[in-house]
């Protein structure tokens, strides 16, 4: 029986342009039909161009005064933030549900806002990409499922993996293909050396994943 292994696959910084055909064929060669192909979340966003660089805003009245509001731990107290929020979920939006948000939190619930403001979900307000993206908001990928399905379904693998690496170098699944298991994901990644700084690894491989 083949070892399941996880391989960190080192790319050039990805952009726009890039396309899952020509990633696999340039930095990872062959895929096997039992493998899982894994990217970083921050790189899946930056392939969508859902970033924005915060010099391109142009924040309002209304972004002005609500995020002088919130308080200091609330991340959308920066005003580019909420400037960035407001542009694809639209301003009246953004702040009603964010008001019930904060409410539904004090009872226990929390991301109620990004349920109902996907797009406006980021993966950092400053990152520590490597330029031209050091200094941008980036947003989470969207959809993340419909995107997991095209990977596979480009690169003929197992499965996909969006994940982020961000929190102490945690790695939290933001979403799968049909056939792979966030939890098993999740562990098999646990200490993936996933980076978007200078060692830039931003997507791995799970070799045998079915067997495994």
């Known amino acids: 029986m ?4 996880v391989v960190p696959v080192s790319t050039s910084v990805l952009t726009s342009v890039d396309t899952w055909e ?4 340039s930095c ?16 899946a966003a930056i392939m969508q161009n859902r ?4 010099e391109e805003m142009q924040p309002g009245f209304l ?3 609500f995020c002088r509001l919130l308080p200091e731990d609330d991340p959308f107290s920066n005003l580019y933030v909420m400037a960035s929020a ?3 979920a639209g301003k009246w939006k953004t702040i009603l549900w964010h008001i019930i948000g904060r409410l539904c939190a ?5 991301d109620v806002f990004f349920i109902h403001c ?6 950092c307000a400053v990152t520590e990409a490597l330029p031209p993206y050091d200094k941008c908001i980036i947003y989470r990928p969207f959809p993340v499922k419909k995107l997991c399905e095209e990977i596979v379904e480009r690169v003929g693998a197992y499965g996909a993996v969006i994940v982020e690496t961000r929190e102490w170098k945690k790695v939290t699944i933001l979403g799968t293909s049909r056939k792979v298991s966030a939890r098993k994901a999740a562990h098999i990644l646990a200490k993936a050396p996933f980076s978007s700084g200078k060692q830039y690894i931003p997507m791995a491989i799970i070799r045998n994943y079915v067997q495994g």
Do not use: N, Q, W
């Open 2 to 5: 083949a070892e399941l292994m």
């Open 22 to 25: 020509t990633i696999i064929s």
């Open 28 to 43: 990872v060669g062959t895929v096997h039909p039992e493998d899982v192909i894994c990217l970083t979340g921050e790189a």
């Open 51 to 54: 970033y924005i660089r915060p």
């Open 63 to 65: 972004e002005r005064f």
């Open 86 to 88: 407001m542009a694809v």
């Open 106 to 110: 004090l009872a226990g619930y929390e």
């Open 118 to 123: 996907p797009k406006a979900d980021f993966s």
